[in-house]
């Protein structure tokens, strides 16, 4: 390591190695570029670490023990199954996170991009130094990447501890929880209240709205919901979160609603009200690169900063707080460093799923988002009830809503409810970002039995030549 004041040239720096920044290390380093990748915490970022895939992999274990709790309707039913939670979040840690994350850096070494531990501050327009205790690096670049990531938002006297939990602290308790009060229904919120509730957790939702995962249409939460009512996840909406105190192994939470105040008893209390951008430790103003009201970085269709030079992905610019997105807007980055002039970020199909039970996935448009934007818009439904593999799954919770343009035919956007919907929504999201029309989809030759077929199907209902409903 280096101390002192030595500056070393390099071609491209990327800030942080989550899903946007390792993405941008590799395929700047593909393109010949000499690349450093800074890092203050562990390689992965919070995706890989403690955000989508050691959630993933809870809600996965959560599943299959509440199927081993509760006969199927086929006659199914386990006897005297129990759960190791210990064991569970050592598979979780060693065999899923810790695989996925010594697989990045391996990547990124064997592409030669040098790895430096530290925070990261800009010193210049050129110039950035990073800091690891008493080790300091200065580097001199031609572009930097800025993809540092976001983190939970606090609540005024729910600050973080033991007891009070970010979604990073819940996913790594040693224990699991009695019961769990998760403070915010939105889909972070409600995708680890039906995981706790799965692995064995009394679960309580509180939502200062009045619905749940907000972002959805309402229609698309319902069986959500049903499912909630069935595995006594109790969700209490336009309840606000006002204050706690402790007595003896139990938290005591109060709560307002409708004028009046309520208390709830709890083992842990879960706080995830959203997230927001880190920017604040970089010295943006340095580099003359503008932030919004938010704390987000401004970026024209190029990714770019107000400095032409400094690119930022992911979390720190406005839009959905995506692993996927940040990838996608990874490589339209580097393809424009690289001297690519038609390379500019489009968000034209953007798929978004919540892993609640069932799943819940959106891609494009909406209906209504679709005349507002003075496209004739016509949508058809199509109910897994009809689909012949999801019965015989026992699995037939759900639909796929598909938008299309009605004078090009263009599928424009679509949302799914229901099993296995967030792989069905890729298939959706080729469509829409390459122009494909329903009856593009109609005349593809899909397995069968597939879920899938409901994509065929509800591309025939819009085309008025429907087989299965």
């Not at 709790?69 to 939670?85: R, V």
């Amino acid at each position: 390591m280096v101390v002192g004041s030595f500056v070393e040239e390099v071609d491209t720096v990327v800030i942080g190695s989550g899903p946007g920044g390792y993405v941008a290390a590799i395929h700047a380093a593909q393109k010949g570029q000499d690349v450093v990748i800074v890092e203050k915490d562990e390689i992965g970022g919070v995706c890989l670490n403690v955000g989508c895939i050691p959630s993933k992999a809870l809600i996965s274990v959560g599943k299959d023990r509440y199927k081993s709790q509760n006969e199927t309707a086929f006659g199914l039913k386990y006897e005297g199954s129990t759960l190791d939670f210990g064991k569970a979040q050592q598979w979780k840690n060693q065999e899923v996170v810790n695989k996925l994350t010594s697989g990045i850096e391996a990547l990124l070494k064997k592409y030669k991009v040098k790895i430096i531990k530290g925070t990261a501050n800009f010193s210049s327009k050129n110039r950035i130094s990073v800091v690891n205790g008493d080790d300091y690096f200065g580097y001199e670049f031609q572009n930097v990447i800025i993809a540092t990531g976001s983190r939970p938002i606090e609540i005024p006297g729910f600050e973080f501890n033991e007891d009070i939990l970010d979604s990073t602290g819940l996913l790594n308790v040693k224990e699991l929880p009695e019961s769990l009060v998760v403070v915010g229904g939105g889909y972070i919120g409600m995708e680890l209240a039906f995981a706790f509730s799965d692995l064995g957790s009394k679960v309580t939702v509180l939502e200062s709205l009045d619905r749940v995962m907000n972002g959805f249409e309402k229609d698309l939460i319902k069986p959500v919901l049903d499912a909630a009512k069935k595995k006594n996840i109790e969700i209490v909406t336009e309840a606000k979160a006002t204050s706690y105190k402790k007595d003896k192994d139990k938290l005591v939470l109060s709560y307002e609603k409708g004028g009046k105040t309520n208390e709830l008893e709890t083992e842990k209390i879960a706080v995830m009200v959203g997230r927001r951008p880190n920017t604040e430790e970089l010295s943006l103003s340095m580099a003359g690169v503008k932030t919004t009201a938010t704390g987000h970085i401004e970026t024209n269709e190029f990714g770019q900063t107000t400095t032409n030079h400094i690119y930022a992905i992911g979390d720190v610019v406005t839009g959905p707080a995506l692993a996927h997105k940040a990838s996608y807007e990874a490589k339209m980055v580097v393809d424009k460093i690289s001297g690519n002039e038609g390379a500019a970020i489009d968000y034209l199909a953007i798929p978004a799923v919540c892993y609640t039970s069932p799943e819940v996935a959106t891609v494009g448009l909406t209906y209504d988002q679709a005349k507002e934007q003075g496209i004739k818009a016509k949508k058809a439904t199509y109910n897994f009830r009809n689909n012949g593999r999801a019965l015989s799954m026992g699995k037939t919770d759900g639909f796929v809503r598909m938008i299309m343009d009605a004078d090009s035919k263009r599928i424009v956007g679509a949302q799914l409810v229901g099993a296995n919907v967030d792989e069905l929504v890729n298939n959706i999201s080729l469509a829409i970002e390459n122009l494909l029309t329903v009856e593009d989809v109609s005349l593809t030759i899909h397995s069968h039995p597939s879920l899938s077929e409901g994509i065929l199907d509800v591309s025939e209902i819009l085309l008025g030549e429907p087989t299965h409903q």
